[in-house]
């Protein structure tokens, strides 16, 4: 008998150089009421709205969901001004990215991104065997030049988060437009706009404009950040006709499940709700900053919903000390390391008291 080794099953290239994506924790050992500051879920929670209409779906689950998402489309479309033929769901934004990846690259081929970029794009990209190529930043911002100047005769894809997770920075309008008129017709630019509807800046566009003038171009939105509801998995896109049609020919069939295509129609309906979770944000935002600077610690200015901090080398008051402190009680926020920035944290922000207590814990933790 030969004692010859069987070969096993044999995975495609690039994934095994994926270094499976960490989530925010969510559980501390020995702690009930832990604070969660770690994944960007909008501080008030979901719409009371949207809860409602989730379980008035409960007894219809046997029912398999319309598989083309119309009346979440048609109320996404009525919440921006848009045409729902154009509009694509999915789970989460997560989905569409992967999808993308598979669709424009491969093998050979490059996808570009800002170097402290969702990590979500180099995962992508590696997962269809695609060679992720990140651009420099300059004050932890995306910067155009060095986007294009990273274009080669290989690059199929850029995505874009504006405004970036974990930086909170983001690009104006007129940059966004510059690098688009930078970049060959044929590659796609992806502007991944999770954080839209936080950002009250005056010269940012999360992508409609560039999408309803260009071939190449798709807006990626998410229900997981100021919508809450991201146990739902649900996210979309707004894209050129042609590209649509691509998406909806290789996405799942029935990708989005009827709670989550029910919950998120009522959620984007909900203007008061949305009103209330911007004004929190508007409120808590320059709180915690402000707190958190006159700590001494560095602050990244942010549009977001989540501050980037720095804190010291001293190993006393280092981020993983820090983070350590936090967790002790109870409150979860997000390590750096993986975004090549182990010096800071990202910390969402939560309700009033949650803002309160974490600035309790740091103030005693750098006092220390
Ligand atoms: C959270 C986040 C997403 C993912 O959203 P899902 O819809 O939950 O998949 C996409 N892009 C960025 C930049 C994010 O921060």
């Known amino acids: 008998m030969s004692n ?31 604070i969660r500051l770690a994944s960007n879920e909008g501080a008030l929670g979901p719409s009371p709205k949207a809860v409602a209409a989730y379980q008035s779906i409960a007894t219809e689950i046997h029912r ?7 009346a979440l489309r048609q109320a996404i479309a009525e919440a921006y001004d848009l045409d729902p033929a154009r509009i694509v ?21 490059e996808v570009l991104y800002s170097q402290h970029g969702f990590l979500m794009y180099p ?6 065997g695609a060679t992720p190529v990140a651009a420099p930043e300059v004050n932890l911002t995306a910067n155009v030049d060095a986007l294009l100047a990273a274009v080669t005769p290989r ?25 688009h008129r930078g970049l060959p017709s044929h590659i796609v630019l992806a502007l991944d706009a999770a954080y839209a509807e936080y950002v009250a800046e005056n010269d940012y566009e999360a992508g409609v404009a560039l ?44 990708n989005v499940c009827s709670a989550a295509q029910a ?14 979770s911007r004004a929190h944000n508007e409120t808590w935002r320059p709180w915690t900053h402000k707190a958190l600077e006159d ?26 000390n820090a983070w350590e402190a936090l967790k002790t009680r109870g409150i979860l926020t997000r390590k750096m390391t993986s975004y090549g920035l182990p010096s800071y944290l990202r910390i969402t922000i939560g309700t009033a008291e949650e803002m309160q207590a974490t600035l309790a814990v740091i103030s005693a933790f750098l006092r220390a």
């Open 211 to 254: 999408v309803n003038s260009a071939e190449n171009v798709i807006m990626l939105r998410t229900f997981s950040k100021v919508f809450a509801l991201g146990g739902l998995r649900l996210g979309w896109g707004y894209a050129p006709a042609t590209m649509v049609d691509v998406l909806n020919r290789i996405r799942g069939v029935f």
């Open 4 to 34: 010859s080794v069987k070969p096993g099953p044999v995975v495609r290239p690039g994934i095994l150089e994926i270094a499976a994506y960490v989530g925010g924790e969510s559980k501390v050992e020995g702690v009930d009421r832990v």
């Open 295 to 320: 700590l001494g610690l560095v602050v990244t200015p942010s549009v977001a919903n989540f501050l980037l901090v720095r804190f010291p080398d001293a190993i006393e008051y280092n981020a993983e």
């Open 64 to 70: 398999y969901p319309d598989g083309h998402s119309g």
């Open 89 to 109: 769901c999915g789970t989460g934004s997560d989905e569409i990215i992967t999808l993308l990846a598979r669709i424009y690259a491969g093998p050979g081929d």
């Open 155 to 179: 690059t199929k894809l850029v995505f874009l988060a504006n405004p970036n997770n974990p930086t909170g920075t983001y690009l104006p309008a007129r940059e966004i437009e510059r690098l």
């Open 123 to 128: 995962i992508a990209a590696k997962s269809v």
């Open 263 to 276: 919950a998120g129609a009522a959620a984007i309906a909900d203007r008061d709700f949305l009103d209330r």
